[in-house]
């Protein structure tokens, strides 16, 4: 079997991964920061071992402004929902983003948001241009990708953060395809809110995720849009005011942040520059293949600098999900097919409403495995 869907998940998770789950559940189960304790104690320094791991990782000078949640989509919520008022601001996002970020902005645009979707050419690239008229003083708040999961561009949010900053808006990025998997320094790159998903290219397990804030945001612009236990300021019956509680609402995943800790472990010792190498390797391998294939056509930049190693195509006289099901059921190569839940990223790439057959190579692939693929895609496109 040849697992090719590392946009949706990363598999398989690593035995170290799987060792802090279970050394969580069986050697540290107290209840961090809620007993005093010794299972509690050991409890709470895992979950902030990992928050110091994940900081280190994407550049935050503070671990307690990693907010631990249960995936991005949670992280983006509390952003958003958070930190704008739908009476009164105006947002500028792209066409290219997945419902985590659409669903939650058209909610509030339902309640008086002002919403600006500023377009992006046929292969995903942001139209900067079109971005900066968007860009009008008086946004509160820019809403981007780092890189789209249906097609893999890459955005420029560092551009992007400049043109925001500009005009006195904030930049939250949605950096689910790309934590992990492309260095990323968010500091230096001027993101204010960094949403990122444990489960992908962070090599975690499903349920575990965060949003990092940067250190010159005031937290309290963000309302916590749940409230709870914390463990800290018992006596209170508001939520505290310090971070990471502000934004934590009661009992976190602590096996699934242990084992995120370890993957993120595994990439700072292997190098998220050699991540990158490896992936490069595989997308230009994969785009060269499937290239020479008259009936495929593929979507997203050529250029591997340009883009993730998620590549989507169709092939000619094929429906996605007959592809998809002999890809599985004949060549044991598993792959996503459909709209991957970003409707607008279809409507850009006009692949609309039947989306795309999907390959995601990650960590765990070798380039034998996309030599079977781009086999298994030229024997279907021949058929
Ligand atoms: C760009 C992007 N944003 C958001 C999500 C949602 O991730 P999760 O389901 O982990 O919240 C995904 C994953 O499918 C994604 O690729």
């Known amino acids: 079997m040849i697992y090719l869907d590392h946009a949706a998940t990363s598999w398989p998770k690593l035995p170290e991964v799987l060792q802090a789950m279970t050394g969580f559940l069986e050697r540290a189960g107290g209840n961090p920061g809620r007993s005093g304790h010794r299972l509690s104690i050991d409890a709470g320094r895992i979950v902030y071992e990992t928050r110091e791991l994940l900081a280190q990782l994407l550049g935050a000078p503070d671990p307690l402004r990693v907010v631990l949640t249960p995936n991005v989509t949670y992280a983006l919520n509390i952003a958003m929902l958070g930190l704008l008022n739908p009476v009164t601001d105006r947002v500028v996002t792209t066409g290219i983003e997945h419902n985590s970020v659409m669903r939650p902005l058209r909610a509030l645009e339902a309640q008086g948001l002002e919403l600006v979707v500023v377009p992006c050419g046929p292969d995903g690239q942001l139209d900067m241009e079109a971005m900066q008229e968007a860009l009008l003083p008086g946004a509160r708040l820019v809403v981007a990708s780092h890189a789209s999961n249906v097609m893999g561009t890459l955005l420029p949010v560092g551009e992007i953060a400049e043109l925001a900053h500009a005009v006195g808006a904030l930049l939250l990025v949605d950096a689910a395809q790309t934590a992990g998997v492309i260095p990323i320094d968010a500091p230096a790159l001027g993101i204010d809110l960094l949403a990122f998903t444990g489960h992908k290219g962070l090599l975690g397990p499903p349920g575990t995720g965060g949003l990092i804030i940067a ?82 056509t593929m979507y997203g930049p050529l250029d591997v600098e340009r883009r993730t190693a998620t590549v989507s195509l169709r092939i000619e006289g094929h429906s996605v999900s007959e592809v998809g099901w002999r890809l599985d059921e004949d060549f044991g190569v598993l792959s996503r097919v459909g709209l991957h839940c970003a409707p607008a990223a279809h409507r850009t790439l006009g692949t609309f409403p039947e989306g795309t057959v999907r390959l995601a190579a990650g960590l765990s692939n070798t380039e034998a495995d996309i030599d079977v693929a781009i086999g298994a895609i030229r024997e279907i496109a021949s058929a």
């Open 215 to 296: 250190p010159e945001l005031d937290p309290s612009v963000i309302r916590p849009i749940l409230s709870g236990g914390t463990g800290s300021r018992s006596e209170e019956e508001r939520q505290p005011e310090m971070l990471p509680d502000r934004l934590e609402f009661g009992t976190g995943n602590g096996p699934g942040v242990a084992g995120l800790g370890a993957g993120v472990q595994h990439l700072l010792d292997y190098g998220v520059d050699a991540v990158r190498a490896h992936e490069c390797a595989l997308t230009q391998r994969m785009l060269d293949g499937l290239g020479k294939i008259p009936s495929v």
